[in-house]
């Protein structure tokens, strides 16, 4: 091997490695990003565990907090799973991600359902329409909503669920469309 093959193999080398640090430090990113999603929505679990604690022993289903009468009723879940649940709100009550969000919900009125906004975006369309698609636009229209795109893929597969929209395949992609 010559002085200058091993030059530029070790110069490969240096790319690739520097290369596969950039995408490390990328992904390392992503996932910290999806971390913080994940406690904020465990944090948001946990409040709502703990309010259907709360309510629990209530007999008339009339006298619970905004609750749509046809909304299902949620199963109550085993004691250890309870006792499980109430140490992880005890700790994420003192994060700073449900206190925030514990504020912002007592202090601005109720906002519309996720579900609701998507479905209404895509009753706008006849042909279907990607998840990031209807994401930007709900994101321009409704500023002060932030879903992810992995929450906005969820939501639509709930609505799909419950057979209020239909998914169509394409190749690798996933459209969706409003049931008429």
């Known amino acids: 091997m010559t002085s200058q093959s091993a030059a530029t193999l070790r110069s490969r080398y ?4 520097a290369s596969d640090l950039e995408e490390n430090r990328r992904r390392q990113q992503e996932l ?5 999603v994940l406690k904020q929505e465990e944090a948001l679990l946990a409040d ?5 604690e709360r309510y629990e022993g209530f007999a008339d289903a009339s006298r619970l907090p905004e609750q749509l009468q046809d909304e299902p009723v949620v199963a109550k879940p085993k004691k250890a ?10 700790t994420a ?12 919900a007592k202090g601005k009125s109720r906002q519309p359902l996720l579900g609701d906004l998507l479905a209404d975006l895509l009753g706008k369309y006849e042909e279907p329409r990607l998840a990031k698609e209807l994401r930007d636009e709900l994101m321009q229209k409704f500023p002060d909503r ?10 639509l597969e709930s609505l799909v669920a419950k057979g209020r929209i239909r998914r169509h ?3 690798r992609s ?4 409003v049931i008429k």
Do not use: C, D, H
């Open 14 to 17: 240096v790319e690739q490695a």
């Open 32 to 36: 910290t990003e999806r971390i913080t």
């Open 48 to 52: 709502i565990l703990n309010l259907a």
């Open 81 to 90: 799973a309870t006792t499980a649940a109430a140490r992880r709100s005890a």
């Open 93 to 104: 009550a003192n994060t700073p991600a449900s206190t925030s969000a514990k504020a912002g």
């Open 146 to 155: 932030k879903p992810t795109p992995q929450v906005v893929r969820n939501t």
């Open 169 to 171: 395949k394409q190749q």
């Open 174 to 177: 996933v459209m969706y469309t």
